[in-house]
């Protein structure tokens, strides 16, 4: 185990795990946490196989443009590790009956689809997370890392605007870090505050940081992707941890 202390948290990444169980699937969303989960199993574990993917989601599209920025930069960064070429990426037809269906059956879909501002979005991100778990039946991954950490405390979300991902703090600590044998996510346990003593700890901060998008705001609320919306769960959180917000538009 590889311990990473940080803001008074600590994670442990366990790098026998990623030995073992590779070619590791990486899902690389473009925004702070997974950007920083990908270097450091790179940095700690060089010796493994990767298989970095990003969903795209029409209707949000800034998290690919910097998911490509982001896998770019970690392969020059790290020459040596085993990363393909490209960053593999995939889209989902909503519009196809079968596709709709494997969404509509998918335990989140009763959870999200309620507060959604575009059904479509909901049901694209739903879907792709379907496609993500086809990957791994055909084995183009045997385990896949995910960037998930617990929510900020209950005092702080119950100060902004009820969200879904708001009330994640009434399952936050104690939350399993390998589900189902197959989704590892070391963060789990471990807020936002975490992830920016690790950016600081890193030296990440005008190297990576800024490359990192956490928004999920519309077009409507980004102004056509120009800014953060700085009203989203995300902007909020990442806000709380860093003391600012998303950067990347500003390039």
Same mark, same amino acid.
């Given at each position: 185990?590889?311990?990473?202390e940080?803001?008074?948290q600590?994670?442990?990444?366990?790098d026998d795990l990623?030995?073992s169980r590779q070619?590791?699937?990486?899902s690389?969303?473009g925004?702070?946490d997974s950007?920083?989960?990908?270097?450091?199993?790179?940095?700690?574990?060089?010796?493994?196989?990767?298989f970095?993917?990003?969903?795209? #989601?029409?209707?949000?599209?800034? %998290?690919?443009?910097?998911?490509?920025?982001?896998?770019q930069?970690?392969?020059?960064r790290?020459? %040596?590790?085993d990363?393909? #070429?490209?960053?593999?990426?995939?889209?989902? #037809?909503?519009k196809?009956?079968?596709?709709?269906?494997r969404?509509?059956?998918?335990p989140?879909?009763?959870?999200h689809?309620?507060?959604?501002?575009?059904?479509g979005?909901?049901?694209?991100?739903?879907c792709a997370?379907?496609?993500?778990?086809?990957?791994?039946?055909?084995?183009?991954?045997?385990i896949f890392?995910?960037?998930?950490?617990?929510?900020?405390?209950?005092?702080i979300?119950?100060?902004?605007?009820?969200f879904v991902?708001?009330?994640?703090?009434?399952?936050?600590?104690?939350?399993?870090?390998?589900?189902?044998?197959?989704?590892?996510?070391?963060?789990r346990?471990v807020?936002?505050?975490?992830?920016a003593?690790m950016?600081?700890?890193?030296g990440?901060m005008?190297?990576?940081y800024?490359y990192?998008?956490?928004c999920t705001?519309?077009?409507?609320?980004?102004?056509?992707?120009?800014?953060?919306c700085k009203?989203?769960?995300?902007?909020?959180?990442?806000?709380?941890?860093?003391?600012?917000? #998303?950067?990347?538009?500003d390039?």
């Amino acid at each position: 185990m590889i311990e990473l202390e940080a803001a008074g948290q600590t994670v442990y990444l366990n790098d026998d795990l990623l030995r073992s169980r590779q070619p590791v699937g990486m899902s690389l969303s473009g925004g702070a946490d997974s950007a920083l989960l990908f270097y450091l199993a790179c940095k700690y574990v060089p010796e493994a196989k990767y298989f970095p993917w990003c969903g795209i #989601d029409v209707a949000r599209p800034p %998290h690919i443009w910097f998911a490509r920025e982001i896998f770019q930069m970690m392969k020059e960064r790290f020459p %040596h590790v085993d990363i393909p #070429d490209k960053l593999y990426e995939f889209d989902i #037809d909503v519009k196809d009956p079968k596709e709709r269906a494997r969404a509509m059956a998918h335990p989140m879909w009763k959870h999200h689809v309620a507060e959604s501002k575009e059904g479509g979005a909901t049901k694209r991100l739903i879907c792709a997370h379907n496609e993500m778990l086809m990957r791994h039946k055909y084995k183009y991954w045997n385990i896949f890392l995910n960037g998930m950490t617990a929510a900020p405390p209950q005092e702080i979300c119950e100060t902004w605007p009820i969200f879904v991902e708001s009330r994640r703090y009434k399952v936050n600590l104690d939350g399993e870090t390998f589900l189902n044998n197959v989704n590892y996510r070391p963060f789990r346990n471990v807020d936002k505050k975490w992830v920016a003593g690790m950016y600081e700890k890193e030296g990440l901060m005008e190297w990576l940081y800024p490359y990192t998008a956490s928004c999920t705001g519309y077009q409507k609320e980004t102004k056509s992707f120009t800014e953060p919306c700085k009203n989203c769960f995300w902007c909020r959180e990442k806000y709380w941890a860093f003391g600012q917000y #998303d950067l990347c538009f500003d390039r």
